[in-house]
């Protein structure tokens, strides 16, 4: 089933017609319009004009998230904010998050590239949707609602948390397909068994899993459990939000990308080398469409391989393989991601503290949990004459961590140098999960 049959089917002849037509129109756009991309492209000897076929690509500079940082929070925009009609956000204090912008067309292609999304996984207009993702500045939970409207079927914004509730509308409205990240549907199910709720009872049929990683065994749970369909959609918000990556029903093995709205491309994280098709590497990725924030060479930090062999769907784009690693140190909890240096950074404000720290993550049942060490400074230890003080620096931290990073942590402070210290970095991250 398709959305968009004609160009989702597109003869790969005239899809790389069409991608380096468009391409060229970008990087005129981006090249005239943004000063950093003149600054890079001009410091790289290339013009917009240089890039006369997809391999000349590779003449182009990559941009990273420290470039979006450093533009902060409206820096990279390529059309004025009368023009833009949504702001989304990642997480991050003032400078550290990265901020994207929409024009009424990006919504548009964006709900399309969803509804594209979700038809692959089988949906119609006849589905109710429960869309458990959360509503606010991340994309997520609203590319889903958006698309899932724009197939007509009906959608539950239900967003994250009240697990009972979420339980108690499983059942009462009966959702034939769900949203959300696979630890929280694990932790459904485990709600769900404490109150003697049957989840294959459920009128669900497909679950459309993403924001983390899901590995083939978590997939093969969550399948077992509910009696569903196991599906993983791809995307980050820097490139677009949820849409850019969907695995099909009748493929299932990979995710295709929506290659007539991006290009990608695998890297070798260390030499920046592109990368022959079918090798590991880092997925990179140019918006070939984007209005407000069109992006060029992207390095998405994902860690994948491209597959190229004809799928039994008709689907005419390549896709990506299942994502399981980074190439940076990027967390990714309950679904958010968060970076180590925006943990220092919320940690730095914060008066009576060492920069020396400790990030434990681990499993609290299905879903991730996140423990915060940090040392107090010796003026703090030796002259705080009071619990009371150390509990309020310890308040302060969890709160910092939720309102900035959006992410609940335990937090214990621990005596000055008690914490193993490495040379040159200021945190040790133990992820339990992979070990
Ligand atoms: P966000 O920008 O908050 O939507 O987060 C995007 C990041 O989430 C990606 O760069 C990936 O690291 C991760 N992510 C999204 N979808 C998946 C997926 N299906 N499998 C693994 N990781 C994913
Ligand atoms: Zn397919």
Same mark, same amino acid.
């Given at each position: 089933m398709?959305?968009n049959?004609?160009?989702?089917?597109?003869?790969?002849?005239a899809?790389?017609?069409?991608?380096i037509?468009?391409l060229?129109q970008?990087l005129?756009r981006?090249?005239?319009?943004?000063?950093h991309?003149?600054?890079s492209?001009d410091?790289a000897?290339?013009?917009p004009?240089?890039?006369?076929?997809l391999?000349?690509l590779?003449k182009l500079?990559?941009m990273?998230?420290?470039?979006l940082q450093?533009?902060y929070?409206?820096?990279l925009?390529?059309v004025p904010m009368?023009?833009?009609?949504?702001?989304?956000?990642s997480?991050?204090?003032?400078?550290?998050?990265?901020?994207?912008?929409?024009?009424k067309?990006?919504?548009d292609?964006w709900s399309?590239l969803?509804a594209?999304s979700?038809?692959?996984a089988?949906?119609?207009?006849?589905?109710?949707?429960h869309?458990?993702f959360?509503?606010?500045l991340f994309t997520?939970?609203l590319?889903?609602?958006f698309?899932a409207?724009?197939?007509?079927?009906?959608?539950?914004?239900?967003?994250?948390g009240?697990?009972?509730?979420?339980?108690?509308i499983?059942?009462d409205?009966?959702?034939?397909?769900i949203?959300?990240?696979?630890s929280?549907?694990l932790?459904l199910?485990e709600q769900?068994?404490?109150l003697?709720?049957?989840?294959?009872a459920l009128?669900?049929?497909?679950?459309i899993f993403?924001?983390?990683?899901c590995?083939q065994?978590?997939?093969?749970?969550i399948e077992?459990i509910?009696?569903i369909t196991?599906?993983?959609?791809?995307?980050?918000s820097?490139?677009m939000g949820?849409g850019?990556g969907?695995?099909?029903?009748e493929?299932?093995?990979?995710m295709?990308?929506?290659?007539?709205h991006?290009l %990608?491309?695998t890297?070798?994280?260390?030499?920046?080398? %592109?990368?022959p098709e079918?090798?590991?590497?880092?997925?990179?990725?140019?918006?070939?469409?984007k209005?407000?924030?069109?992006?060029?060479?992207y390095?998405?930090?994902?860690?994948?391989r491209?597959?190229?062999?004809p799928?039994?769907?008709?689907?005419?784009?390549?896709k990506?393989e299942?994502i399981?690693?980074?190439?940076d140190?990027?967390?990714?909890i309950?679904?958010?991601?968060?970076?180590?240096?925006?943990?220092?950074?919320?940690l730095?404000?914060?008066?009576g503290?060492e920069?020396?720290?400790q990030i434990?993550v681990?499993?609290s049942?299905?879903l991730?949990s996140?423990?915060?060490?940090v040392?107090v400074?010796?003026?703090?230890?030796?002259?705080?004459?009071s619990?009371?003080?150390?509990?309020n620096?310890?308040?302060?931290?969890?709160?910092?961590?939720k309102?900035y990073?959006?992410v609940?942590?335990?937090?214990?402070?621990v005596e000055?140098?008690?914490?193993?210290?490495t040379p040159?970095?200021?945190a040790k991250?133990?992820?339990?999960?992979?070990?």
């Amino acid at each position: 089933m398709f959305y968009n049959e004609e160009f989702e089917t597109l003869p790969r002849e005239a899809l790389q017609a069409m991608q380096i037509k468009r391409l060229q129109q970008v990087l005129q756009r981006v090249y005239h319009t943004v000063g950093h991309y003149k600054k890079s492209l001009d410091a790289a000897g290339v013009k917009p004009d240089d890039i006369k076929s997809l391999t000349d690509l590779r003449k182009l500079p990559f941009m990273t998230r420290s470039d979006l940082q450093n533009n902060y929070p409206f820096g990279l925009f390529a059309v004025p904010m009368s023009s833009v009609v949504r702001l989304h956000a990642s997480a991050g204090t003032s400078g550290r998050s990265t901020v994207f912008g929409y024009t009424k067309r990006d919504v548009d292609t964006w709900s399309e590239l969803m509804a594209r999304s979700l038809v692959a996984a089988g949906l119609t207009k006849n589905d109710i949707v429960h869309n458990a993702f959360g509503y606010g500045l991340f994309t997520t939970g609203l590319g889903m609602h958006f698309g899932a409207e724009k197939i007509g079927a009906s959608v539950i914004p239900m967003s994250g948390g009240n697990s009972k509730r979420q339980i108690m509308i499983l059942q009462d409205f009966g959702p034939t397909a769900i949203c959300c990240t696979p630890s929280y549907a694990l932790h459904l199910a485990e709600q769900g068994g404490v109150l003697g709720v049957d989840m294959k009872a459920l009128k669900l049929r497909v679950g459309i899993f993403g924001a983390e990683p899901c590995s083939q065994q978590v997939c093969d749970e969550i399948e077992k459990i509910y009696g569903i369909t196991a599906l993983n959609f791809y995307g980050l918000s820097e490139v677009m939000g949820p849409g850019i990556g969907m695995e099909c029903l009748e493929g299932r093995n990979g995710m295709h990308i929506f290659e007539d709205h991006f290009l %990608v491309e695998t890297i070798d994280p260390q030499t920046g080398e %592109v990368l022959p098709e079918g090798a590991e590497g880092e997925l990179v990725f140019t918006t070939l469409t984007k209005e407000a924030f069109p992006l060029v060479r992207y390095r998405s930090g994902d860690i994948s391989r491209l597959i190229t062999d004809p799928c039994r769907c008709g689907r005419s784009h390549i896709k990506i393989e299942r994502i399981v690693k980074r190439s940076d140190d990027m967390l990714i909890i309950r679904g958010v991601n968060v970076f180590p240096a925006q943990v220092e950074a919320v940690l730095t404000d914060i008066e009576g503290l060492e920069p020396h720290y400790q990030i434990i993550v681990d499993k609290s049942g299905a879903l991730d949990s996140l423990e915060l060490q940090v040392e107090v400074s010796e003026k703090t230890f030796s002259e705080s004459g009071s619990v009371k003080e150390l509990q309020n620096i310890e308040r302060r931290i969890i709160k910092d961590m939720k309102d900035y990073l959006g992410v609940s942590a335990r937090v214990k402070l621990v005596e000055p140098n008690t914490l193993q210290h490495t040379p040159g970095q200021a945190a040790k991250v133990i992820d339990k999960r992979r070990i």
